[in-house]
């Protein structure tokens, strides 16, 4: 035979030999097959193979963010999965003989005869040692949050002993087979062999609750995305690329007038980070506070000392000298930028030195101009980075040190990292997907954890305009910058919302596209009323400034891709946010609770604080295990929706009981409403607090504004609402105040409330 028929034949022989291998051995020969080609399109990486079990059958139970998350499951795990599928799914020739391979359970969800066939099937590969796989959603999130769990395992596991191996597949958001972006495969691809990492939890006995096992992948899914924090964008470097592709367009307005395009900004801020460097500022000085209201000037300020790598501080320009000077020793802060105007409206001694910026901009040199311009407008991006140092930024580098509210006591400094920040910021852009079309009314200061994440980074890294205004409680102009700029997006806080309801018209509010609210706990008619006077329905969501600080938001209606999915539940602060893991637990033995069940409320993910500044002990006792303790009362319900209850702090124990104040608040807000009030800062108008009682523990005390009511009337109602008698303050514990204590933030003074009650009715000692 000559050397062409020997090739020849062996070529014959190679094809029979695969088309057999095709045939009777379609699992190998799909591996064979699948293995490279996926090898070449990612990098693998399993961690947790020892928690698969050795024996016996178990069901796979895993999160499902992409088309092909069930194949890229079978390639990554030793052993064979037998996924229970969409049988419509499996209807071409192609997909049928895929499913054939790897022994597919195929079930047609609208037909119970073969629900029946599949869910026989599966409970006999279990009883056979078989690994049964299933996508407890159901379905493809569209948002990239963990959806509610169906019943389809609690089926699967029934008379079995199988265990239930909870696993997070990461990495594939973002991919063309994800709905990131809402679109499945009609978008350009954003990375080169995808890194995609298998995470395998601890096997659940059978029997463990379905939210249970929620809990664990939600869990897992948290631990992947802090263990791949790098991944996340350094905030100063995204700024850069963001206003350069802006161009022209404008980036920063604010109720003083200014205006300034997005590259004219980035001119501003390295000029005056030149400034700064030359004129002020030594080198080794890390620490820098700000004080300044809500503006382009404190955009500007925030912004140029990130581009030097310093760590910021913006103090809150509401509370008392010694208060803000506790700030500043409790940082080290040297230097405190403000503005001369801003200061001398302020009563303060500070024991730092303050800069005036407004003056500092007459030493601004010809040169300056030119190296700030030729920065901005000429050097490449990746350049500048060089040049400004800012490939040398870790991911847990410290980005900025907010300020707690103070509401229990004195503020604490919470230390937020780059990927503390970083991480809120994609989450805000995949929760309420912020662009270019987008502007945003930024009314929160940035010493408050949202106005600095929110309308400081995320507004200025996604693409949006911002406009700025110093006073949340003027409505009257912020209708006016509202209709003057077209602004589509609010954040504030409900006493915000119902004093914009009061004094904004309609016409000034239709452009708003999405309104959040947060800090405090949404009335239930305030929802109706402002949607029903400016067109747009408020959403709730939930954070704390050590938590950087947003957890949980609805997805707002008008940016939801979930066609065949709950995505927002009114009444509830959101799902936890991608990334993110809640849990709530007994605050008496830390045991996990059952959905609906209230406890306390623990959160872990890459967006917990680093911790308090000088305060370790503190810090071990927030933080357990990296999960932040909230204080916070709350429960999830079995769609995963986060429900908030009260705070512990703002619990009475009256003879033996835990009586909520919140939830007495509530009633008595509807009592004590008055539509015709024109107070300016009329948003609450009672609030319930308590002082100690030598008798029963603790006594509820009402602080409400005028107009007074009748208090047995008031108890009454409270009666005929279903509050127990243990909630019904006493008719002399009532006190008319002419204001409700409220923080700078909005929210409600805590402390400040406790002091004036305990001036009226601290307890007395009986003879």
Request: glycine share 8%; aromatic share 8%.
């Amino acid at each position: 035979m000559s050397g062409l028929q020997i090739g020849l034949l062996i070529v014959a022989v190679l094809m029979v030999l695969i088309i057999a291998t095709a045939i009777f051995f379609p699992r190998k020969f799909i591996r064979g097959f699948m293995a490279p080609l996926l090898a070449t399109l990612y990098r693998k990486q399993v961690i947790g193979l020892e928690n698969l079990p050795s024996e016996g059958g178990y069901v796979v139970a895993s999160n499902h963010v992409s088309w092909i998350d069930g194949i890229l499951i079978l390639w990554m795990l030793p052993k064979n999965v037998r996924f229970v599928v969409d049988a419509e799914n499996f209807e071409h020739p192609i997909t049928r003989y895929l499913g054939a391979g790897f022994d597919t359970i195929l079930m047609r969800a609208t037909n119970p005869k073969s629900i029946g066939r599949a869910l026989k099937a599966a409970r006999e590969g279990l009883n056979s040692g078989d690994a049964i796989g299933i996508f407890p959603e159901g379905t493809i999130s569209r948002t990239g949050q963990l959806q509610a769990f169906k019943a389809g395992i609690s089926k699967i596991t029934k008379g079995t002993d199988a265990p239930v191996v909870p696993m997070w597949l990461d990495g594939m958001w973002g991919s063309l087979f994800s709905f990131s972006g809402g679109k499945l495969f009609w978008k350009r691809p954003t990375q080169l062999r995808r890194r995609l990492t298998l995470y395998i939890g601890t096997p659940q006995p059978n029997g463990t609750p379905l939210e249970l096992i929620r809990s664990q992948v939600q869990q897992l899914g948290a631990r992947a995305t802090i263990e791949h924090r790098d991944a996340f964008p350094v905030l100063a470097r995204r700024i850069i690329r963001v206003w350069r592709r802006r161009g022209r367009r404008l980036q920063c307005a604010d109720s003083l007038g200014t205006e300034v395009s997005a590259r004219d900004m980035l001119v501003r801020v390295l000029v005056l980070r030149r400034l700064l460097r030359r004129e002020v500022l030594s080198k080794d000085e890390a620490y820098v506070g700000i004080l300044l209201p809500p503006s382009v000037a404190g955009v500007a300020a925030n912004v140029a000392l990130a581009l030097d790598r310093r760590i910021t501080a913006n103090l809150n320009y509401t509370v008392s000298s010694d208060v803000m000077n506790h700030c500043i020793a409790d940082t080290g802060i040297k230097h405190v930028l403000t503005s001369e105007k801003f200061l001398s409206k302020l009563d303060l001694k500070l024991d730092a030195k303050t800069v005036a910026l407004d003056s500092l901009r007459e030493k601004i040199t010809t040169l300056d101009k030119v190296v700030g311009f030729l920065q901005a407008r000429l050097l490449p991006a990746r350049v500048l980075d060089w040049w400004l140092g800012l490939g040398r930024i870790d991911k847990d580098d410290l980005l900025t040190i907010i300020f707690t509210s103070g509401s229990t006591g004195m503020p604490k400094g919470v230390m937020l990292s780059q990927a503390n920040i970083s991480h809120n910021v994609d989450a805000i852009e995949r929760a309420i997907k912020l662009d270019d079309r987008d502007v945003v009314l930024g009314i929160l200061p940035f010493f408050h954890s949202f106005g600095y994440a929110v309308t400081l980074w995320a507004v200025n890294t996604l693409g949006p305009a911002g406009v700025y205004h110093f006073n949340p409680l003027d409505s009257r102009q912020i209708g006016k910058l509202v209709q003057r700029y077209q602004a589509t997006v609010l954040l504030g806080t409900p006493t915000f919302l119902r004093s914009y309801l009061r004094r904004v018209s309609p016409e000034q509010f239709k452009s708003l596209d999405v309104v959040v609210a947060g800090a405090e706990k949404m009335p239930a008619d305030l929802f109706d009323e402002f949607e029903k006077k400016f067109g747009v329905r408020p959403i709730e969501g939930y954070g704390t400034t050590e938590l950087s600080p947003l957890v949980s938001v609805n997805i707002p209606p008008s940016r939801s891709n979930a066609v065949y999915q709950s995505d927002r539940l009114e009444g509830s602060v959101g799902r936890p946010l991608p990334g993110i893991s809640a849990k709530i637990v007994s605050p008496d033995d830390g045991t996990e609770r059952r959905a609906g069940e209230d406890g306390m409320l623990l959160v872990t993910g890459p967006n917990v604080m680093r911790g308090y500044a000088n305060q370790s002990e503190l810090t071990e006792k927030a933080i357990q295990n990296g999960w932040y303790v909230t204080g916070d009362i709350a429960n999830v319900d079995d769609q995963g929706f986060l429900h908030i209850t009260g705070r512990l702090s703002r619990f009475s124990k009256i003879g033996g009981e835990m009586v909520p104040h919140v939830r007495i608040e509530d009633e008595l807000a509807k009592l004590f409403s008055d539509g015709d009030d024109n107070d300016e800062e009329d948003g609450q108008r009672v609030c319930v607090t308590a002082v100690p009682d030598l008798k029963k523990g603790e006594r509820l005390v009402v602080l409400f504004k005028p107009p007074a009511k009748d208090y047995d009337e008031v108890r009454a109602a409270l009666n005929k609402a279903g509050m127990p008698n243990l909630f019904i303050p006493s008719a002399d514990s009532f006190l008319e105040v002419d204001r409700i204590p409220l923080l700078g933030t909005g929210k409600l003074d805590i402390k400040g409330a406790q002091v004036v009650a305990l001036e009226h009715f601290g307890p007395k000692v009986e003879p």
